[in-house]
């Protein structure tokens, strides 16, 4: 939808503390243009969750559970594809985001708190947004909305139950299976 | 530091789970040019801990917590600022930063789940990033970094004790206390 294909990689998600921030990761790396998300932990519970919002809202946006994230990676090379891992530590986006606009076929690899060492090395790119502490969902919505050919934020996602009609007041849904509006609060 | 005044005003977090996404909704608001964060709920612990890392990597970043949020509103705009409220249902940030942009004295206001329906009444502007579900942190994030006047990810934080120096692989933080490198992992 972005001109790119683009995956997401989620690294270290621990299921008893890291449920909100992975749904959080998720749902924006569908929103800023990703195909879909491959967890490399086991936690079916939070891939359904996330591919259930967004089978609602629109689009083909997948989640791949327990992934093996050295075969993805491996697999994801072999098929032409880029890989780059956000972190605090790399160089920073605003100086290679040039080189990543070129690439058509891009992985983004994000982490809990810890990653294997071993990312930075299998990485084509090891990119800092910015080297602060933050967050890996703000790091990925700011990589996807500065690296996209189209305005991310107009995006379409096709055969959408529900949509949102923009208003300055209150709140516009449209259910799509009922045709009618719904005014909230 | 961004040549705007910015604070975020974070509505409905509830202490018993909301602590990491409001931490990363603090952190992100910090690194991406606010100079603080006003918290309307009472929860002095995670107040404590967003400041201990801001302290840690610099900058005068503040936490303010259990705010009266009408009243910060009213204040805000009686010394003539202006209150940007995010959510899925605004009008898409892309028709008005530019309009956004003029302004010097912003507060961005982000709920968790619900949020009262006053706000959308007491707001300058209701903001969406994008009519799509994803995240409170992602939203402050595109929102800084698109209505900057420098580059956010650029930005210098004074008085740090780390601080990261780009590397294309591995970690290299300094230690300004021991004014030392460390190479981690």
Known sequence: MTG???????????PERDKRITTH??????????EGLLLASDDEGIADSIEAVAKRWGGDFYVKNNVNWKREIKSWKDNGGK???LSMYGVNLSDVE???KTWDKLMI???AEKVPPEIYNLADL????????????ASI??????ISDIDTLKQEFKGAELSIVPTSKGKKVIDNKKLGNMDID
């Open 4 to 14: 790119k294909q683009i995956v997401v990689l989620r690294l270290g998600h621990r």
């Open 25 to 34: 990761v998720g749902l924006t790396s569908r929103a800023f243009g990703a």
């Open 83 to 85: 890989v780059c891992h």
């Open 98 to 100: 040039s080189d990543i």
């Open 109 to 111: 690899v994000v982490g």
């Open 126 to 137: 090891n990119v800092a947004v910015g080297n602060q502490p933050h967050s890996e969902v």
């Open 141 to 146: 919505a700011v990589t996807l909305d500065r």
